[in-house]
């Protein structure tokens, strides 16, 4: 079985490790410094005992020939040195770099030429760990003989004394076991260490609470996404808009806002796919029947001879509108799906549109509807022939299935700014309520059924305009008011297009 290693595990280990190594960066830094910090704090003392006993110990003096005398303060030296042996600190006077004027017997650091040139040129010499000698050499103070000192680690400065002819006539050098230093440091690295383990803890702490914190703004995330998963659409993630995971919640709302309007759509577009076919199945039920009944009747001589050419009729209309329905669902899918070329040319839509109105005259006079032209010159317009009557044969047809006794009205003019042209048309009718305007450009959706059914209309006519339009890159607009009328009002764009041909 693999393992898994769960993000708040990762998270953690990570936020763990970023604080462990600055951590162990600052720890070395501090670590270094205060080393430093600890020699320079030694020098400091040691350089202030140099200076004292330069100042109250020793004095220098010019004689006759212009020669600088050294002359020693005994009992200053004495209580010098039994102050600062305490403290492990020893101090000798050199007046060459292996002659040493005080004391005859004890502690001798090593002078080089090298270190007295420097010394000479004003500088204080400082230095770590210093093993000079095979040992050191003290004199107790109860005896005479001398006593080996055993070897270890000093740090030492060396401070200069001149005369005032501006000549080095001494050096004074003090010195303090590294041990000292190193016990001063060890001290102060076990609080700096102290200090880290706790912060190291506390890193250990603020990682998890971190990647606990991320980790259930990512589980809540997780939880929805399940939710949606299982289809419900309606959840929400709060978000404060602070951060990546805000804006992936944000992300994720648009999701599950956009499922939600796609799967209500589908919902739609299911219930007019089954009132499509409903009404589909009754409409060519009934051609159907009518037609098989009257060839029926015709092979059977059942039909009067004086009522065959209404039959034939009858049988001609109930085919053709079979027909309509099913080039309807064919026109829509081709549009639909894209494979419809547009052949666009650039013909006169006035005359056009009149020929489309004498056409429908015959519908419009059992409507009890007239025509009306607004526009009188003739104005072109930039579109493929056959869909631009298809389109305007629709909604003009559109207008006389919904008015009675009405008016209908057609106005044709140019728009120079965006440079197209502009065709309304208008009605006297029933109206439309704003559900209605909604839904009109759906397919299979019908806002009067009982006149659509009686018309033997499928609810298509209107979707395969909008397609079309779209197609020409043009823009559609309906305004309408409940027992008032409707305005269609649609835009065709000037673009570039062939000759047009005589129609």
């Known amino acids: 079985m693999k393992f898994k290693f769960k993000l708040l595990y990762q998270q953690m280990l990570l936020f763990f490790t970023m604080i462990v190594c600055f951590l162990a960066i600052v720890g070395v830094s501090l670590f270094h410094l205060t080393k430093e910090n600890v020699y320079q704090d030694a020098w400091t003392r040691m350089e202030g005992y140099a200076q004292s006993i330069r100042n109250n110990a020793l004095q220098l003096t010019t004689n006759d020939q212009g020669e600088t005398q050294i002359t020693l303060n005994a009992q200053e030296l004495r209580d010098s040195e039994m102050i600062l042996k305490n403290n492990d600190v020893h101090f000798t006077i050199y007046t060459s770099p292996d002659q040493v004027l005080y004391p005859q017997y004890g502690f001798k650091s090593t002078i080089s030429k090298n270190d007295w040139k420097e010394l000479q040129s004003g500088k204080i010499l400082k230095r770590r760990d210093d093993l000079a000698g095979k040992g050191r050499l003290f004199k107790d103070h109860h005896g005479e003989h001398p006593k080996m000192m055993p070897k270890q680690r000093m740090t030492d400065i060396f401070m200069p004394c001149f005369d005032v002819n501006g000549q080095l006539v001494a050096v004074i050098s003090v010195a303090s076991a590294v041990s000292n230093i190193h016990n001063d440091f060890r001290k102060v690295q076990q609080n700096l260490t102290f200090a880290l383990m706790i912060c190291t803890i506390l890193g250990f702490i603020i990682s998890y609470l971190i ?163 607004q526009t009188q010159e003739d104005i072109p317009v930039c579109a493929d022939y056959d869909r631009f009557t298809q389109i305007f044969y629709n909604i003009i047809q559109n207008a006389i299935q919904f008015t009675t006794d009405g008016t209908i009205t057609v106005a044709v003019k140019r728009r120079e700014k965006q440079v197209g042209t502009e065709i309304k048309v208008s009605d006297t009718g029933i109206g439309m309520s704003q559900e209605q305007l909604d839904n009109i450009w759906e397919r299979y959706y019908k806002a009067d059924q009982s006149r659509a059914r009686t018309k033997g209309e499928s609810g298509l006519g209107l979707a395969i305009v909008h397609q079309l339009i779209q197609q020409h890159k043009g823009k559609i607009k309906v305004t309408s008011t409940e027992g008032e009328g409707t305005t269609f009002t649609l835009f065709f764009p000037d673009q570039k297009v062939a000759t047009a041909k005589k129609k």
């Open 211 to 373: 990647a606990r914190y991320i980790t259930k703004r990512i589980k809540k995330i997780q939880a929805a996404t399940r939710q949606v998963a299982e289809g419900n659409f309606d959840v929400q993630i709060e978000h404060g808009n602070q951060d990546e995971l805000d804006e992936l919640a944000i992300d994720f709302n648009q999701m599950a806002t956009s499922l939600k309007a796609s799967s209500e759509e589908i919902q739609r577009q299911e219930q007019r796919r089954k009132e499509f076919f409903a009404n589909a199945a009754h409409e060519m039920r009934t051609p159907l029947t009518t037609i098989n009944g009257l060839l029926e009747g015709m092979k059977y001589n059942a039909i009067p001879e004086n009522k065959v050419g209404e039959s034939i009729d009858l049988m001609s209309n109930e085919t053709k509108r079979l027909i309509r329905l099913v080039n309807d669902n064919l026109d829509y899918e081709r549009i639909r799906s894209g494979s419809m070329q547009l052949n666009l040319t650039k013909f006169s839509a006035t005359e056009t549109l009149n020929k489309i109105m004498r056409q429908l005259t015959p519908k419009a006079d059992e409507a009890n509807d007239h025509f009306e032209m």
